[in-house]
């Protein structure tokens, strides 16, 4: 039986790997699916991180294990650059190198979590696993909206070249979302000479959080291409922008759509565990302490389970590299007691 399960190691996944003691991480099982470092690396390697290589290393720097490794990967960038999130991740991959040597690493995928009085039970294709507690580092899918029309991913609206397999300059194109990745694939679809585009946003202007300076979090690339935007540099790539809540508008769009691409956001992947019983529950995710309603020894970090962060008298889900760690070090105390 294991001390530890990290279900997932991207990077919330290393983070909290990094945070444990090295005697623990002795005793630590790794299930990872797919490579070291998530989707990040495997999807969306042509996004640049919306924090400077600065505030990176400062985070990154907060790990103990970390705290002299050199930062090869990031080397090329000045501190004032935002470097593309595949080579973030990948300077994390080498900080771990060691972690995940001593832990026991296995490329499966949990297909059940079980939850009984003594351990859990971590279920995959070939085998079970027992571990006395779960660290949930999951990451999280986009979320979309249940319409009736041809849809891009995510991921492939982000990484330009690929979009532009896709989509033509005379397609009409919708986008929700006018966040981080939102402004970002009107980037691309305005490099790719697309004219007919139109952005969805809820709040009552948008960009707001592409351009909010909120902890952290800069967004340098995504105010950037607000600000063009707004100021109408594009001209007649300039994207139409409608709010969500103007129905009329949107229906007549919708209407003559060719394709729509979702930036609204993410959702945990792993939301279910079985009790003892047979029973099905959902994991319900305590924000504040990082842990989960009604289970014990189980706590989840990462997209999937942010902590928050409180902006202009609201909170909103820390989905950033320092907002990581900061909860799994408030976490640690208890995870280790």
Known sequence: MYAFAIVGFGPAGMLALASLPADVVANTLILEPHCAGGALVS???????????AVIVAAFRKIARWSSTPMTHLEDYADTVCPPLCMAVKQMCVCSANDMRRASYFPQCMTKLEYTADCWKLHTPTRIFEAKKVIMCTGAAPKSLDLPHMQIPLHIALAKEQLGMQV???DKVVVFGTSHSGTLILKNLKDLGCSQVVAVHRNVS???????????????ESAIIADEIIAGAWGVNKPRLINASNFDDLYRVLAQTD???????????????????????????NPETS????VTNIWGFGIGYPALYESGGNKYPDIGFAGFIDAIQKALPVMLA
């Open 259 to 285: 394709y729509v691409i979702y930036a609204t956001g993410f959702e945990p992947h792993d939301k279910r565990f079985v009790r003892a019983s047979g029973e099905e529950c959902a994991l319900k995710h």
């Open 168 to 170: 033509r300059p005379t």
């Open 291 to 294: 842990t989960f309603d009604g």
């Open 43 to 53: 999807q969306y390697g042509s996004v640049r991180a919306n924090i400077t290589k």
């Open 206 to 220: 948008p960009f707001i959080f592409a351009r909010d300076g909120h902890s952290e979090g800069i967004k340098q």
